[in-house]
């Protein structure tokens, strides 16, 4: 899991708020990617980077705006979200061509 | 779109015991892995079988995989507290996007 770092663990945040979510992969990798995992529910693919380039954006609403600077940094900046919102977000990064995905411990965000 | 579920749900046993649990998948695969989840964390890679492959060891850890029947098993031996997870199957179909299913709670009593 240090390979992959997320910050912050936790989040609570109102409706009407802004707030970003980091995730730092020290791992040398060129792919990341954000999943949601709600409670009971399988993750869900939010969106895919490689070479900071946006490969993926799976039909996830305008309210969740990913960023890549580098291909060591990904963030997700989120605003007026919704209580069913409130999951865990975890994040992932691969080398290009290599199946296995590494992970973040996840952010627990919630919206009140 | 979720491709894998797991099966059962979840699975209680006691410590020294084998745990198993499958895992079924709808369309054609590269691969199929398998990750541990420890409570609130994030995920853990165990084991990676690939489409040609039938059966891989990895310490306390075997995976079968049928691709006839679209399905893949993940055996535990010898079973320990610290194996208390939940456990999800991810099939890749080639294009580096994996596809997780619910999941499988394990727990594992002293």
């Known amino acids: 899991e240090t390979g992959v770092t997320q910050t912050p663990r936790h989040l609570v945040m109102g409706m009407t708020n802004k707030k970003s979510l980091k995730c730092e992969q020290h791992?040398?990798?060129?792919?990341m990617y954000w999943y949601k995992q709600s409670a009971k529910k399988p993750l869900e693919l939010m969106f895919v980077?490689?070479?900071?380039?946006?490969?993926e954006n799976n039909s996830v609403p305008s309210r969740f705006s990913p960023e890549c600077p580098n291909s060591s940094h990904l963030f997700l900046h989120l605003h007026t979200l919704q209580p069913e919102d409130s999951a865990l977000y975890l994040c992932?990064?691969?080398?290009?061509?290599?199946?296995?995905?590494?992970f973040g411990p996840g952010t627990r965000l919630l919206v009140l | 779109s979720q491709q894998g579920e797991e099966d059962p749900q979840a699975l209680s046993i006691q410590e020294g015991e084998n745990a198993t649990m499958n895992c079924s998948y709808k369309?054609?695969?590269?691969?199929l892995q398998w990750y541990r989840q420890n409570s609130g964390r994030g995920l853990v890679h165990l084991i990676l079988?690939?489409?040609?492959?039938r059966e891989k060891h990895s310490g306390r850890l075997r995976v079968t995989l049928d691709t006839s029947k679209k399905s893949s098993s993940l055996l535990i031996t010898a079973s320990r507290a610290a194996d208390t997870a939940s456990y999800f199957c991810?099939?890749?179909?080639?294009?580096?996007?994996?596809?997780f299913g619910a999941g499988t709670t394990v727990t594992v009593r002293a």
């Open positions: 992932a990064s691969s080398r290009r061509g290599e199946e296995t995905q590494y």
């Open positions: 791992l040398g990798h060129n792919a």
């Open positions: 980077y490689n070479f900071k380039e946006q490969t």
């Open positions: 369309t054609s695969i590269n691969n």
């Open positions: 079988i690939r489409s040609n492959e």
């Open positions: 991810a099939t890749d179909a080639g294009d580096y996007k994996l596809s």
